[in-house]
């Protein structure tokens, strides 16, 4: 799913856990899996490549 960075950061990552087992959000930019879609947009790149909206 394609959405802004500011968007994404509510979103839970399945890789970033705390000490008791407690997901973490989504680090935007800052993780090396965010990838890149244009100004602000982008998607997380552990779940491939996006579909193009029909």
């Known amino acids: 799913m394609i959405c802004s960075e500011s968007e994404a950061k ?3 990552c399945p890789y970033l856990m705390t000490s ?3 997901m973490k959000f989504c680090q935007g930019t800052m993780c090396m899996m965010w990838r890149s ?3 602000d947009k982008g998607y997380c ?3 491939g ?3 193009a909206s029909k």
Do not use: H
């Open 45 to 47: 790149g552990l779940a």
């Open 20 to 22: 008791d087992d407690k």
């Open 49 to 51: 490549k996006p579909e």
């Open 10 to 12: 509510f979103k839970y």
């Open 37 to 39: 879609c244009g100004s």
